[in-house]
């Protein structure tokens, strides 16, 4: 099956700074790239997604950038807000079977 | 529009005990699916319904878990007896349709102990 690892587990960013995660994936067959933020005691809620067929895409002050040869993708966020503080975990799908990374805790520092 | 709605938020029951979690998709949403959260990790595939058919249920530890899904709508989620490892957050997502990836959205979850 698909298996996806991301880092950093952990990751302190000074308010204004730049934020990056990045995931590999194992499965070539993947095809779509979606990055999930959990705060606390809530589900996961989508907050950029990316196919195959694209290599970046950008909403506002998040990016999502793949590259399908390494079969790697990273998550930018730029100009980092405290209520970006949370948990991300980006996922790798073949079909609908969503295989997530164990996340990153985000904080970041006023 | 409301989003995924799942009860009870918290649950807190002595192991060999019977628990079960319900879960409302988002009206409209024929696929659902059933996902247990471990502490620090990303969420797992449990169970995936299509309407009232369970179409994947090779993650469902069918020994103490079972599922219904019995007009295609509401879902409930059972664990009979319940073990310590089960404790974690028990979460249940709804999407439009399951081919093509689309966007699965997330209630926000169970969280059982198991003392």
């Known amino acids: 099956g698909e298996n996806v690892e991301q880092h950093p587990s952990t990751l302190s960013v000074q308010e204004g700074d730049s934020a990056v995660i990045k995931c590999t994936y194992s499965d070539s067959a993947s095809n779509y790239f979606p990055w999930y933020k959990q705060e606390l005691g809530k589900g996961p809620q989508l907050i950029i997604d990316i196919r195959s067929n694209v290599g970046e895409k950008k909403d506002q002050r998040i990016a999502v950038t793949l590259n399908k040869t390494a079969k790697h993708f990273s998550l930018h966020i730029t100009e980092t807000q405290p209520e970006d503080s949370a948990v991300y975990f980006c996922?790798?799908?073949?079909?609908?079977?969503?295989?997530f990374g164990a996340g990153t805790t985000v904080t970041v520092r006023a | 529009e409301a989003g995924v709605v799942q009860s009870p938020r918290y649950k807190i029951i002595e192991k060999k005990q019977p628990v079960a979690f319900w879960c409302n998709p988002i009206?409209?949403?024929?696929?659902l699916y059933w996902y247990l959260q471990n502490l620090g990790q990303g969420p797992e595939l449990l169970i995936r319904?299509?309407?009232?058919?369970?179409?994947?249920d090779s993650q469902l530890p069918k020994d103490r878990f079972s599922a219904e899904r019995l007009k295609g709508v509401d879902s409930t989620l059972k664990i009979q007896p319940a073990e310590l490892g089960d404790s974690a957050v028990y979460l249940c997502?709804?999407?439009?349709?399951?081919?093509?990836?689309?966007?699965?959205?997330f209630g926000p979850g169970t969280r059982l102990t198991v003392l």
């Open positions: 996922a790798a799908s073949r079909d609908y079977k969503l295989s």
């Open positions: 319904y299509e309407n009232e058919e369970a179409v994947d």
């Open positions: 009206s409209g949403h024929n696929t």
């Open positions: 997502a709804s999407s439009f349709a399951s081919g093509g990836n689309n966007e699965q959205f």
